[in-house]
């Protein structure tokens, strides 16, 4: 796979319409990486992964009734969770069909504030008016988009004047030789990613797109024990009787724990405001 490689959007419903039910089982309800404190903080996958949602959500600057947009919404559980603990209405949109589906059967489904809606749609044509929302959020959905100029033009967008937009993604810090580039290929053809790029990028591309950056919060450290804790859990769920498959989860899980171990990959949760 080349550098260049590109999936579309397809490619990434597609992935995640095979993979929502095993990665949603491994990472605690969510399909996003977990926030340690430091080395010392025994919190479960569960716990990890709803504090990085709660990273994000204390970053929004909400205000109770807010309407506020997930982009790449996944399991649907961190908009219930923004939802309830802020008091906001949550619209998620996800490219899967089957992750719009099991996000719309969840009972917090409803217009009201502290309850969220769900629905199939393209992150990099969002199918909203401008001006839509006060706020929106993307945890690990820009780094799946091939166009994340598109995508964040987008966010901007429907956001009014004012509203924050907050990001959370891995991206590349550094020089890769040969054997580590192949790692990163890897991952990126296992989970349907473009050239993940870097934290300078993503700036670059919300100052075109009319967001003033607020704050960069490198956590690259604090997620990074999320590729070793998945692929254990990866390797000890129940197999399919077929051999092929099950070798598949274990190539699956070496790949996942190769690319978290490699120190040009950080995490970056970046705030921006709609000018």
Request: aromatic share 6%.
């Amino acid at each position: 796979m080349t550098e260049q490689y590109a999936p579309t959007a397809a490619d990434v419903g597609t992935m995640y319409d095979q993979s929502t039910d095993l990665l949603s089982e491994v990472m605690g309800g969510n399909i996003h990486l977990g926030y340690w404190r430091d080395d010392e903080d025994d919190a479960t996958v569960e716990q990890a992964t709803d504090a990085l949602t709660d990273l994000v959500g204390t970053r929004l600057a909400l205000s109770p009734g807010d309407r506020v947009l997930d982009i790449g919404c996944g399991s649907g559980k961190p908009a219930v969770r923004i939802a309830h603990t802020w008091g906001v209405h949550v619209t998620g949109v996800t490219i899967s069909a089957q992750q719009a589906e099991t996000a719309a059967a969840r009972p917090e489904v409803g217009t009201g504030a502290r309850q969220v809606s769900f629905l199939q749609g393209d992150g990099m044509a969002l199918p909203f008016p401008d001006a839509h929302f006060d706020h929106a959020y993307a945890i690990e959905s820009l780094l799946h988009m091939s166009d994340r100029a598109a995508a964040l033009a987008e966010a901007a967008r429907v956001l009014r004047p004012g509203g924050i937009l907050v990001t959370a993604n891995p991206y590349q810090q550094g020089e890769l030789d040969a054997r580590e580039a192949e790692m990163v290929a890897d991952n990126r053809k296992l989970f349907q990613i473009p050239p993940i790029g870097n934290a300078d990028e993503y700036v670059a591309h919300m100052r075109r797109a009319s967001f003033e950056v607020l704050e960069t919060l490198d956590i690259g450290e604090n997620v990074r024990r999320s590729h070793t804790v998945a692929a254990d859990l990866i390797r000890r769920v129940d197999r399919p009787s077929d051999g092929a498959l099950s070798e598949e989860l274990d190539r699956a899980a070496d790949i996942i724990e190769r690319f978290g171990e490699l120190p040009q990959i950080g995490y970056g949760l970046i705030v921006a405001r709609r000018s």
